[in-house]
């Protein structure tokens, strides 16, 4: 194995800490897999700061992997010059033509697990600071890597047989996409997260065809659709579900009458809505096209999820609201749980109109969310949190509302009615609220700070919760503040206990997770 210790590896850990798991996106239900075990979460262990190198090492390869394959790893971040493929051990050298663009790629294979064949794959810098590979040993890989290159500058492949069998020119900017076993919906944003990051995307359309999600997305150049259909073909979107299936489409240029939800020209932002189409709000639109480049690493990951998922909110905000807002918790802390912590916690996500702690099974409850979006929000990044010291379990509920108990009929305070409670986040439509939907994290960040409180009043009233306060800074207003707590469920645990907390002279304290660190 190439590397040691002070190599910067990508290493395996089960923490709830770790959020983004092996997909494009984090899935709404990422932390379980189908056996129902924890899925594995990839992280880089910076040991001793190595310094970054062009030449990247790829650990546990499947077998028979293709040299397409690996370079389709890279080709995303940059030119791929060399290729050194180590069949026997499982392994291979990637050299990118920039120590830049080999950065790039490790930030993002940080966040999001790079996977071949739907195996997940380790990277890590090599020691090498650049390949020196024996051309007649390595005659196929350079093939290959020959045709990769002509197609990238725009030119045709050679006429070498290992190279002509995965890459001719591409035939037309546009791709058809297929979205297979779709378990969790797919908007037409998300595809626009997703593919932005091979080049410009000019228009998309979707539709259903014999029951299957299928889109339409044009690029500005056939080259980027070719890079785009090389890397995410048979790719998920989440774990384990929603498999990208691309073709090149017959069409050279797609026409976009509407501007909504189911189409988009990104080039004519004036086109109208269509009937009974909501109109593309302008905040989602800036939003989408600030975060265009963001899986590619220049911002986190995350928060291209977070856009796309703010998004499908608004969407469903104007109506078009998903199936299922109803949740199933399970292994609550009984003896600790109320139907007020739930409100809290799950209202960081969406706006909570329901609560039913289950009489005769204290440890679930379910929960009402406005709409089937906020449900699968709250699910995707909740379910196997802590709160209250046990592990959590959120599935979609096959009930559609939560029942409210009888009239007269006294249930122990087990359900609760939030429907016109004015602590919902996300009532106003276009709310900043929701560009800054993160997932739990030990950083919260505290608003509507009235000016006579210190930090060691915050330290203060935020050690009282159970925990231990690691860090705190105000921002420049001091209206605001970050504070990070040791742990993630003791965070939880604070933004349950101190969200709307009195600080007196009629401030209400706003506490919710921030993607930021301290």
């Known amino acids: 194995m190439d590397g040691i210790a002070s190599d910067v590896a990508v290493g395996v850990k089960r923490s709830s800490d770790e959020l983004l798991s092996g997909s494009l996106y984090n899935s709404p239900n990422s932390s379980v897999t189908a056996n129902g075990n924890d899925s594995k979460k990839l992280r880089v262990e910076d040991s001793m700061g190595s310094p970054p190198s062009r030449v990247i090492h790829i650990r546990k390869l499947p077998n028979e992997v293709s040299e397409t394959?690996?370079?389709?790893?890279?080709?995303?971040?940059?030119?791929?010059?060399?290729?050194?493929?180590?069949?026997?051990?499982?392994?291979?050298?990637?050299e990118l033509g920039t120590e830049e663009a080999a950065v790039t790629m490790v930030n993002y294979y940080t966040a999001v697990t790079p996977q071949v064949r739907n195996v997940p794959v380790f990277i890590q810098y090599s020691n090498h600071k650049e390949l020196k590979t024996d051309s007649a040993l390595n005659q196929r890989a350079?093939?290959?890597?020959?045709?990769?290159?002509?197609?990238?500058?725009g030119g045709s492949p050679s006429s070498d047989t290992a190279g002509e069998s995965v890459l001719t020119p591409a035939p037309s900017p546009v791709l058809r996409i297929i979205i297979d076993n779709m378990f969790y919906p797919v908007t037409l944003d998300v595809l626009q997260q997703i593919f932005s990051k091979?080049?410009?995307?000019?228009?998309?359309i979707t539709f259903t065809k014999n029951n299957q999600f299928q889109?339409?997305?044009?690029?500005?150049?056939?080259?980027?659709?070719?890079?785009?259909?090389?890397?995410?073909d048979?790719?998920?979107?989440?774990?384990s579900c929603c498999t990208l299936r691309i073709d090149f489409s017959k069409l050279v240029n797609l026409n976009v009458k509407y501007n909504n939800d189911k189409s988009r020209d990104y080039t004519r932002p004036e086109l109208p809505?269509?009937?009974?189409?909501?109109?593309?709000?302008?905040?989602?639109?800036?939003?989408?096209?600030?975060?265009s480049t963001s899986l590619l690493g220049a911002i986190s990951p995350?928060?291209?999820?977070?856009?796309?998922?703010?998004?499908?909110?608004?969407?469903?905000?104007?109506?078009?609201?998903?199936?299922?807002g109803v949740l199933l918790v399970s292994n609550l802390n009984e003896e600790m749980v109320t139907p007020q912590s739930l409100f809290t916690l799950f209202g960081v996500y969406g706006d909570v109109q329901r609560v039913k702690i289950l009489y005769n099974k204290k440890d679930s409850a379910l929960i009402q969310m406005s709409d089937g979006n906020q449900a699968q929000l709250a699910m995707s990044h909740l379910n196997g949190q802590k709160m209250y010291g046990k592990i959590i379990r959120v599935t979609l509920s096959k009930h559609q509302t939560v029942q409210l108990p009888r009239e007269g009929l006294d249930d122990q305070g087990l359900t609760k009615d939030f429907t016109s409670s004015p602590l919902h986040r996300f009532k106003k439509p276009g709310s900043k609220n929701f560009q800054n939907i993160f997932p739990p994290s030990a950083t919260l960040h505290l608003s509507n700070i009235p000016e006579n409180v210190t930090e060691d009043d915050l330290r203060l009233l935020f050690s009282n919760s159970?925990?231990?306060?690691?860090?705190?800074?105000?921002?420049?207003?001091?209206?605001?503040?970050?504070?990070?707590?040791?742990?993630?469920?003791?965070?939880?645990?604070?933004?349950?206990?101190?969200?709307?907390?009195?600080?007196?002279r009629g401030h209400r304290l706003r506490v919710s997770f921030s993607k930021s660190t301290i």
């Open 273 to 291: 809505a269509g009937d009974g189409q909501p109109p593309v709000d302008p905040s989602v639109a800036a939003a989408l096209t600030k975060d």
């Open 142 to 153: 350079q093939a290959v890597l020959q045709a990769v290159s002509a197609v990238q500058e």
């Open 466 to 504: 159970g925990g231990t306060v690691k860090a705190f800074k105000f921002f420049q207003d001091r209206k605001m503040a970050l504070l990070q707590m040791a742990t993630v469920e003791e965070a939880i645990q604070a933004l349950i206990d101190l969200h709307n907390y009195d600080m007196g």
């Open 198 to 204: 091979f080049g410009t995307v000019m228009k998309i």
């Open 302 to 324: 995350l928060s291209a999820a977070a856009a796309a998922a703010a998004a499908a909110g608004r969407v469903a905000l104007s109506g078009h609201s998903g199936p299922g």
């Open 215 to 232: 889109a339409l997305l044009q690029f500005s150049d056939p080259v980027n659709a070719q890079q785009a259909k090389l890397s995410l």
């Open 69 to 94: 394959e690996v370079i389709a790893l890279g080709l995303p971040f940059g030119k791929v010059t060399n290729i050194l493929m180590l069949k026997g051990k499982n392994q291979a050298f990637l």
């Open 234 to 239: 048979g790719q998920n979107i989440y774990n």
